[in-house]
């Protein structure tokens, strides 16, 4: 299983903006299919964006449309930028591999993903 390290977390005022790292141990993330995942306090993991394997077809949750962009470089990074961050958005940020071929707007379930990394957290103070 490929390992995955998360980095780029931080504290940051809203409006601001961020970026996530994600690097893989190993190179080769054209077998993979990558998600970004967040669980806020008190809440559930939920998904934040997906890039399926090819790294072309991407897709966002409704509350980051518009403000986040994930993308994938080298074979070994997958990067989220985050734009305009609101408390909301406060979290813990994971990202997650999977070999599935599925489209990326079919890989919405945290069961379908058999890597992960263990987080960076991002807070947004008002």
């Known amino acids: 299983q490929v390992q995955l390290v998360e980095a780029g977390g931080g504290t940051v005022q809203t409006g601001d903006s961020l970026t996530l790292t994600c690097e893989a141990s190993?190179?080769?993330?054209?077998?993979?299919?990558m998600a970004w995942f967040r669980r806020a306090p008190g809440k559930e993991r939920e998904l934040v964006a997906v890039?399926?394997?090819?790294?072309?077809?991407t897709h966002y949750s409704d509350s980051v449309q518009g403000r986040f962009t994930v993308w994938r470089e080298d074979d070994k990074n997958m990067y989220l930028r985050m734009n305009r961050l609101s408390h909301e958005d406060t979290a813990v940020y994971y990202c997650?591999?999977?070999?599935?071929?599925?489209?990326?707007?079919?890989?919405?379930?945290?069961?379908?993903?058999?890597?992960w990394g263990q987080g960076t957290q991002v807070t947004v103070s008002s």
């Open positions: 997650a591999a999977t070999k599935s071929r599925l489209p990326a707007t079919m890989l919405a379930s945290e069961s379908t993903f058999t890597s």
């Open positions: 890039i399926g394997w090819t790294g072309s077809s």
């Open positions: 190993e190179q080769t993330l054209h077998r993979y299919a």
